[in-house]
């Protein structure tokens, strides 16, 4: 069974960067493509990114190019978010998602088989 964990949540001020992790337990982790979402409080879950298995693919929402950046590590089982110059706006909790499908469809959360607990990212004005 696949698991998932995140961290490197926090409060941080606006303009400042965080980079989440998430470990990847129980599978091969070069199976699965990995992603990122995010959900406010009273909002559905977005799509945030998601990187292909070795790595050399990745996606992400439209409005977050160009301030975030996935990456993977596969000798680690780990993912990453780098996000910088954070905004207000920023402020979710953040979930690891893992999945073995085809790219078709990669900012549905229904693609992705596995969920980690979220991580708590708080941008403060």
């Known amino acids: 069974q696949v698991q998932l964990e995140e961290s490197g949540g926090g409060l941080v001020q606006a303009g400042g960067s965080l980079r989440l992790s998430c470990a990847f337990s129980?599978?091969?982790?070069?199976?699965?493509?990995m992603a990122w979402f995010r959900q406010a409080p009273g909002k559905e879950r977005n799509f945030v990114a998601r990187i292909s298995r070795s790595g050399d693919i990745t996606y992400y929402a439209d409005s977050l190019k160009g301030r975030f950046t996935i990456s993977r590590d596969n000798a680690e089982n780990t993912v990453y978010l780098q996000m910088n110059t954070l905004k207000p706006d920023d402020t979710a909790v953040y979930y690891c998602?893992?999945?073995?499908?085809?790219?078709?469809?990669?900012?549905?959360?229904?693609?992705?088989?596995?969920w980690g607990q979220g991580t708590q990212v708080t941008v403060s004005s």
């Open positions: 129980g599978r091969p982790f070069s199976d699965y493509a």
């Open positions: 998602a893992a999945g073995r499908g085809a790219s078709n469809g990669y900012s549905s959360p229904a693609r992705y088989n596995y």
